[in-house]
């Protein structure tokens, strides 16, 4: 039996025990081909098939309506915060940005980068980014809205979308992709990169909706043009394989387990019992405002700060693996993901009470 760690990192992430139990049993010989699914063609019908059934999987677990593609490219998340506003600017209009932290930062920092006109619209920056802003003025006049779903730093989230109106709704979902139920009618865009809730790193989904298609230019590079991807089916070049065969059974997987809404049961009962814990006591200090808590990266920090260099260590000794706070705020970070148990959390619970009890 191979050695299993508890893993609370945030991304590259823990993956279902099911689903690498699956990619080791057909890692040298896909579906009776002979080969694993890393050496075959792209351009192979058995490929082709995996493509197609990956994007219904998709559709299917979101009930997605029928106008939305969806795509697999390359670049990660962060390709993306070049690819919006390549393809989704229009003359005359504004992309505007809601800030939660620092993947917002980093896609209008690209923006700007490229000259496209953009405007904040609302941030959480004066709070420490500990909440997702309440009032979002959006303007009917905008190119597209943009937010994040989930700041994987701060460990906030949006408990309810904003309304877009006309507007396109754009989201980066990349730490908390399909770990709950929305109305997909109402993005006109997401996108997340894999290696946090959807597979391993080195494949972006992306959801487009079709009218939004008309708005890419031939003048856009060719791996990031929306129009081509959906064109071509994700295989205008070479797709990362055997990412996009890893998102199928994860995809898969999350069917399996009561669908999204058996999924999204499971993330609320994880993420309760560790918001509890760290509400009962002052030992801890949680860092988002209870409206804004994220199902997917629980932080806080130690009342004795000093502490927390200690927690981590300690944690690690007895299997609980990367709970260290991201290196620009800090802290303490559980990271729940879709695939993380609920027997895990109970181990960080159990953990945290021995912690306290024998240094609080
Ligand atoms: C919310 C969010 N957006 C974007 C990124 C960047 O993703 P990538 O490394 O795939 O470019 C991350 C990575 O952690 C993230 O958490």
Same mark, same amino acid.
């Given at each position: 039996?191979?050695?299993?760690?508890?893993? =609370?990192?945030?991304?590259?992430?823990?993956?279902?025990?099911?689903?690498?139990?699956?990619?080791?049993?057909?890692?040298?010989?896909?579906?009776?081909?002979?080969?694993?699914?890393?050496?075959?063609?792209?351009?192979?019908?058995?490929?082709?098939?995996? #493509?197609?059934?990956?994007?219904? #999987? +998709?559709?299917?677990?979101?009930?997605?309506? *029928?106008?939305?593609?969806?795509?697999?490219?390359?670049?990660?998340?962060?390709?993306?915060?070049?690819?919006?506003?390549?393809?989704?600017?229009?003359?005359?209009?504004?992309?505007?940005?809601? !800030?939660?932290?620092?993947?917002?930062?980093?896609?209008?920092?690209?923006?700007?980068?490229? !000259?496209?006109?953009?405007?904040?619209?609302?941030?959480?920056?004066? !709070?420490?980014?500990? *909440?997702?802003?309440?009032?979002?003025?959006?303007?009917?006049?905008?190119?597209?809205?943009?937010?994040?779903?989930?700041?994987?730093?701060?460990?906030?989230?949006?408990?309810?979308?904003?309304?877009?109106?006309?507007?396109?709704?754009?989201?980066?979902?990349?730490?908390?992709?399909?770990?709950?139920?929305?109305?997909?009618?109402?993005?006109? /865009?997401?996108?997340?990169?894999?290696?946090?809730?959807?597979?391993? *790193?080195?494949?972006?989904?992306?959801?487009?909706?079709?009218?939004?298609?008309?708005?890419? *230019?031939?003048?856009?590079?060719?791996? /990031?043009?929306?129009?081509?991807?959906?064109?071509?089916?994700?295989?205008?070049?070479?797709?990362?394989?055997?990412?996009?065969?890893?998102?199928?059974?994860?995809?898969?997987?999350?069917?399996?387990?009561?669908?999204?809404?058996?999924?999204?049961?499971? !993330?609320?009962?994880? %993420?309760?019992? /560790?918001?509890?814990?760290?509400?009962?006591?002052?030992?801890?200090?949680?860092? %988002?405002?209870?409206?804004?808590?994220?199902?997917?990266?629980?932080?806080?920090?130690?009342?004795?700060?000093?502490?927390?260099?200690?927690? #981590?260590?300690?944690?690690?000794?007895?299997? /609980?693996?990367?709970?260290?706070?991201?290196?620009?705020?800090?802290?303490?970070?559980?990271? +729940?993901?879709?695939?993380?148990?609920?027997?895990?959390?109970?181990?960080?619970?159990? =953990?945290?009470?021995?912690?306290?009890?024998?240094?609080?």
């Amino acid at each position: 039996m191979a050695k299993r760690v508890i893993n =609370f990192n945030a991304g590259p992430a823990t993956l279902p025990l099911e689903v690498l139990q699956t990619i080791q049993n057909e890692l040298l010989d896909y579906h009776d081909e002979g080969m694993s699914i890393m050496e075959m063609s792209h351009r192979s019908k058995t490929f082709d098939d995996l #493509v197609s059934a990956t994007e219904d #999987v +998709i559709r299917k677990i979101m009930d997605l309506p *029928s106008d939305y593609h969806v795509l697999f490219m390359q670049g990660g998340a962060t390709g993306q915060f070049a690819a919006v506003p390549l393809n989704l600017s229009v003359e005359g209009k504004v992309g505007e940005y809601v !800030n939660t932290g620092a993947w917002s930062v980093k896609a209008i920092k690209e923006t700007a980068k490229l !000259n496209k006109p953009y405007r904040v619209i609302a941030s959480s920056e004066e !709070n420490g980014f500990k *909440s997702i802003p309440a009032d979002i003025p959006v303007s009917s006049e905008a190119a597209y809205l943009h937010i994040t779903s989930n700041n994987t730093i701060y460990g906030t989230q949006w408990a309810r979308y904003p309304e877009s109106g006309e507007t396109p709704l754009i989201a980066d979902m990349s730490s908390d992709f399909y770990c709950r139920r929305f109305d997909g009618s109402k993005f006109g /865009l997401i996108y997340a990169g894999a290696q946090k809730n959807a597979g391993p *790193s080195g494949v972006t989904i992306v959801i487009i909706r079709d009218d939004l298609l008309s708005r890419c *230019s031939d003048t856009i590079p060719t791996v /990031l043009n929306y129009k081509i991807l959906a064109e071509k089916h994700s295989m205008y070049n070479t797709p990362n394989t055997f990412g996009i065969y890893v998102v199928n059974l994860v995809m898969n997987w999350i069917l399996k387990n009561g669908g999204i809404d058996g999924i999204e049961k499971m !993330n609320r009962e994880k %993420a309760a019992l /560790l918001y509890e814990t760290l509400d009962a006591s002052d030992f801890y200090r949680p860092h %988002a405002d209870k409206d804004s808590r994220s199902l997917m990266n629980v932080t806080w920090r130690l009342a004795d700060a000093g502490l927390e260099k200690t927690f #981590v260590e300690e944690a690690l000794a007895v299997g /609980l693996v990367g709970v260290k706070g991201h290196r620009s705020v800090g802290g303490i970070r559980a990271s +729940i993901y879709n695939a993380m148990t609920f027997d895990g959390v109970k181990a960080l619970v159990e =953990f945290m009470k021995n912690f306290e009890e024998k240094h609080g």
